[in-house]
Structure formats: structure tokens, C-alpha cells
């Protein structure tokens, strides 16, 4: 299973941004998919996950009613539509994919190359 997470760049203040993170060699239902961040000399904190029926989601409370997780089946990409984004956004993001929906980062086997986000005026 490879990952290819894209979308970040640079964003004003309470702008948006939409991350899509693409897996090829597996199937994206069999995958819990999690979005997660790491801010220069932060450790990788998860914001945003979805299990692999997409019946259940869950979010940091940092990026609850500003961050929703999505996805496509027919193009095999998960999406992490960002609104009203804040200079705390800033950071590489990754997503990553395994058997069962966790916010634990050491769960997760596969991983994406990361895409950076960076939120100032």
C-alpha cells in the first residue's frame, strides 16, 4: 500500500485548503485513514480519522467544526477539507492508512510523504 498526500501550500489567516491523500496497491474500504500533523519540534499529532466503513469519524478538538475528513471510493482518495485556518495549523501533514481507526500514530503502518501547510499573512 503507498500513499501520496498533496494540496498544502500557503494560506492567509482564515483561508482554506483541501489535502487529498491518494492509495494505490490496496482497496481504500479495507483502510481506516488518518490525517495527522507534526509542527517543527512538535511531536506527530493526529486531527482528523475515518474508519474503513466511513461510519465512524472523530477529530481534534483544536480542529472540531473547521476540518472535515472525507471520501472517494471511485478515486481512492481521502480528503481533509481545512476552513478558517490559523497560524496553529502550520505544519507538515500526513496521511496514513491501517486495519483500524486510532489517534495513535504507532498503530498505523502505512504513511504518506507529508505536504506542508503554512498558515500566515
Known amino acids: 500500500v503507498q500513499l501520496q498526500a498533496s494540496g498544502g501550500g500557503l494560506v492567509q489567516p482564515g483561508g482554506s485548503l483541501r489535502l487529498s491523500c491518494v492509495l494505490s496497491g490496496g482497496t481504500l474500504d479495507w483502510y481506516a485513514i488518518g490525517w495527522f500533523r507534526q509542527a517543527t519540534g512538535n511531536k506527530r499529532d493526529n486531527v482528523a480519522w475515518l474508519s474503513s466503513s466511513a461510519t465512524h469519524i472523530g477529530y481534534a478538538d483544536s480542529v472540531k467544526g473547521r476540518f472535515t475528513i472525507s471520501r472517494d471510493l471511485a478515486k481512492s482518495t481521502v480528503f481533509l477539507e481545512m476552513n478558517a485556518l490559523e497560524a496553529e495549523d502550520t505544519a507538515v501533514y500526513y496521511c496514513?492508512?491501517?486495519?483500524?481507526?486510532?489517534?495513535?500514530?504507532?498503530?498505523?503502518?502505512?504513511w504518506g510523504q507529508g505536504t506542508l501547510v503554512t498558515v500566515s499573512s
Open positions: 496514513a492508512a491501517d486495519m483500524e481507526a486510532t489517534t495513535d500514530p504507532s498503530k498505523f503502518n502505512y
